[in-house]
């Protein structure tokens, strides 16, 4: 079974460029989070999604940042007119469940590293 | 609002030792989990250890093992037997009973020396 799997793996862009991140998640996994980590830091939880539910969109750190799921299965963040402050390693998780199951832990991609220039 | 502290930036062992790294976290709530999961340097966050908050018996998988002071909110990582595979990132995290967010602390990076 494949785990989560986040690409690109490395994304180089220009400062005011738009850029689309992807995360496919495990088969079955009805949530899927996204965090941010900068360079030396933990996790910033960005967005949550559960099912068909209205994503938690609460971490989300402006306006300039969106994402999108598609049912159960991909999801992709945006992030338009970058800036310098949003180069990191954006991790994708994916979990069984969001409630029925609260001890299950998430699952983690490899992470896209954005760098913005 | 639930926050996760680790106080440790940096730590380091001597391989076959046994080192403690230290997690508090502050809620209000009663129901709960917490978690430690590891990151090498290839970025990918691997589950250590999970605590349920109800259980007071302290979780143990293989050399890891965790001390869970409820009432202090105090929820250390134990690594026995280190290994240079051990040298990682390690964060802990908290996961409400009926929330989604997991709470992450900032890091505590862990070398291993031979």
């Known amino acids: 079974g494949a785990g989560v799997s986040q690409s690109p793996s490395n994304k180089v862009t220009e400062k005011g460029k738009d850029v689309e991140l992807r995360c496919d998640p495990i088969?079955?996994?009805?949530?899927l989070y996204w965090y941010r980590q900068r360079l030396g830091q933990g996790l910033e939880f960005l967005i949550y999604?559960?099912?068909?539910?209205?994503?938690?969109k609460s971490g989300l750190p402006s306006d300039r940042f969106s994402a999108e799921r598609t049912g159960e299965s991909v999801s992709t963040l945006t992030i338009q007119r970058t800036q310098q402050e949003d180069s990191a390693v954006y991790l994708c998780?994916?979990?069984?469940?969001?409630?029925?199951?609260?001890?299950?832990?998430?699952?983690f991609g490899d992470g896209t590293r954005l760098s913005i220039l | 609002a639930q926050t996760v502290t680790q106080s440790q930036p940096e730590m380091s062992v001597q391989e076959a030792e046994t080192v403690t790294l230290s997690c508090t976290y502050d809620?209000?709530?009663?129901?709960?989990?917490l978690f430690w999961y590891k990151q090498p340097p290839s970025r990918q966050m691997i589950l250590v250890i999970r605590?349920?908050?109800?259980?007071?018996q302290n979780a143990t998988e293989n050399r890891f093992s965790v001390n869970f002071q409820k009432a202090a909110k105090s929820f250390s990582l134990k690594i026995s037997d280190s290994q240079l595979g051990d040298a990682a990132m390690y964060f802990c995290a908290y996961r409400m009973n009926y929330g989604q967010n997991f709470v992450f602390g900032p890091g505590t990076r862990l070398s291993v020396l031979p």
């Open positions: 999604f559960q099912g068909n539910s209205a994503p938690d």
């Open positions: 998780a994916s979990s069984p469940t969001g409630t029925a199951s609260v001890d299950q832990p998430q699952h």
């Open positions: 605590q349920e908050a109800y259980k007071q």
């Open positions: 088969s079955g996994h009805t949530a």
């Open positions: 809620t209000s709530e009663s129901d709960y989990y």
